[in-house]
């Protein structure tokens, strides 16, 4: 059974960066695409970005567009979103799903009903 945990979320001034983390376990990540969503307090949850098995296609949200830059490393299990020019409407919690089928980052990010696994989540906070 996979497993992934999030990590490297906290506080930072606007204008700054963070770097979040999502670690596997129970399987290998090579099978899987991964997604990173998030949820701000009173919203929906809404994909933010998403990376296929092998790396070789990725998919963002218009809101992060150039500034957020999701990464994948299957030797050692982990997938990375490196996030820059944070603004305090990137505040929520961020999660990283997987899906054994590359179809649901083919040409954007899908919605989170149709993720399979998820992480607990790291909370991202964005204000001076």
């Known amino acids: 059974q996979l497993q992934l945990v999030e990590a490297g979320g906290g506080l930072v001034q606007p204008g700054g960066s963070l770097r979040l983390s999502c670690a596997a376990s129970?399987?290998?990540?090579?099978?899987?695409?991964i997604g990173w969503f998030r949820q701000a307090p009173g919203k929906e949850r809404e994909g933010v970005s998403c990376i296929t098995n092998s790396g070789v296609r990725t998919n963002y949200a218009d809101s992060v567009k150039g500034r957020f830059t999701i990464s994948r490393d299957n030797a050692k299990n982990q997938v990375y979103l490196q996030m820059n020019s944070l603004k305090p409407e990137d505040t929520a919690v961020y999660y990283c799903a997987a899906e054994s089928s590359n179809y649901y980052c083919s040409t954007y990010v899908s919605p989170p009903k149709l993720w399979d696994y998820w992480g607990q989540g790291t909370q991202v906070t964005v204000s001076s």
């Open positions: 129970g399987s290998t990540l090579d099978y899987y695409a």
